[in-house]
């Protein structure tokens, strides 16, 4: 017997990278326990608010992060499943069945990542509180919970909503607020567009990063990640499972299940580690240069003297200042830097390998392939196949 073909309404911004995840994940579950279903769609459900209450569908999936959603649907009564943030008071979900993000998880994942670098101070960059930023609200309150109760001080600025008109305004006070805090700090950013703030303030500034400030953000964002001279690092949500969640649950709810209040909290993937957090304690200042000086330029081919050139003191003096702090020497670090860098952009794009040689300052793929073999024992082909099969199977 077949199943019935239910129409299906996806109430989400297809404009945010989150809500593109949370779409792809229902896809997944579409697939996986083939349903037959007619799925109605827009990239932008705001221009059509008032058309739900008139929707004649058999399902809904919503984000109900935005309160004007929620207010539509809450009095629905058609099986619907909610998305959106996590709460701390229970009293504040929504009272239909509810699948959310973790805020708490997430903003643990990079405090966390930040703590474990040795660093005692930390410091979070939200957006102002307002209805439609109860998510932002939720981590921050989390952040200033988490980061007392180590003993530690929470340092937090909203900032303000930025826009074309108000850039320079907010990007002032960004810079004031960066300016004052104590260093070294890591800061926890409640987005990575709010992160790529940091790291473009940072530059401006010279403040190093993330010697001096370390950054992660929140969404993993592929499509930006690499906007900024420093790649930033970033905590994964689970937003797909969060999508093949809401879905097979709605599949139930249309097979006859009760499923009133029902609650699932997805935990973040993690924290896909990048530069802007790969902070190290350093104690003296010609090596915190150096190492600044080796992130940003080992893959423009510079050699040692180049980096003695500019922190200005003998080669001797600063190599044995070097291998003392690091544990390694200027050219090995030279080597590492590149070398991490060309394994990033194997796993995470798909850049010829010639162009990837180029990039990271190789004199040619023919070399990249030598280093390859030599430290992974594989090429960069394999390599690429290699980490993609591991990903899928995690």
């Not at 709605?250 to 209040?261: A, E, I, T, V």
């Amino acid at each position: 017997m077949f199943e019935k073909r239910y129409r299906l309404n996806l109430v989400f911004n297809a404009n945010k990278v989150y809500d593109r995840q949370v779409i792809e994940g229902i896809g997944e579950y579409l697939q996986a326990a083939q349903c037959d279903w007619d799925v109605y769609f827009e990239d932008d459900f705001r221009s059509r608010l008032d058309g739900l209450k008139h929707w004649k569908g058999d399902g809904i999936i919503a984000d109900f992060d935005n309160p004007e959603v929620e207010e539509i649907l809450k009095g629905t009564q058609i099986p619907t499943v909610a998305v959106g943030g996590s709460y701390q008071r229970r009293d504040d979900y929504p009272q239909l069945p509810y699948v959310a993000t973790d805020n708490a998880a997430l903003v643990k994942s990079a405090y966390q990542h930040l703590k474990r670098k040795g660093l005692t101070e930390f410091g979070f960059y939200g957006v102002p509180a307002n209805k439609y930023h109860r998510w932002s609200s939720e981590r921050q309150n989390a952040f200033i919970d988490q980061v007392s109760s180590d003993g530690y001080r929470p340092h937090v600025y909203e900032g303000y909503l930025t826009s074309t008109q108000i850039w320079e305004t907010a990007q002032q006070g960004l810079e004031n607020w960066l300016s004052d805090l104590p260093k070294p700090v890591g800061i926890v950013a409640v987005t990575d567009s709010r992160a790529r703030h940091l790291l473009q303030v940072c530059d401006h500034l010279n403040i190093m990063v993330p010697e001096h400030v370390a950054i992660v953000g929140i969404d993993n964002e592929n499509m930006a990640r690499y906007l900024n001279r420093t790649a930033l690092s970033s905590v994964e949500q689970g937003c797909k499972q969060m999508g093949y969640e809401a879905a097979k649950i709605l599949h139930r709810m249309l097979l006859g299940y009760q499923l009133d209040k029902s609650l699932v909290l997805v935990d973040p993937i993690g924290v896909q580690e990048r530069q802007s957090s790969d902070y190290r304690a350093l104690k003296d200042p010609h090596v915190i240069q150096a190492m600044h000086f080796i992130r940003h330029n080992a893959c423009r081919g510079v050699k040692v003297a180049q980096v003695v050139d500019y922190i200005g003191i003998s080669r001797t003096n600063l190599e044995a200042r070097f291998i003392d702090e690091m544990g390694c020497s200027m050219h090995e670090q030279l080597h590492m830097t590149k070398f991490s860098r060309a394994c990033e952009l194997i796993i995470s794009t798909n850049l010829p390998f010639d162009e990837i040689a180029r990039t990271c300052g190789y004199p040619s793929v023919q070399y990249m392939y030598t280093v390859s073999r030599k430290n992974l024992g594989m090429t960069p082909g394999e390599y690429r196949v290699s980490s993609r099969l591991l990903k899928e199977g995690s």
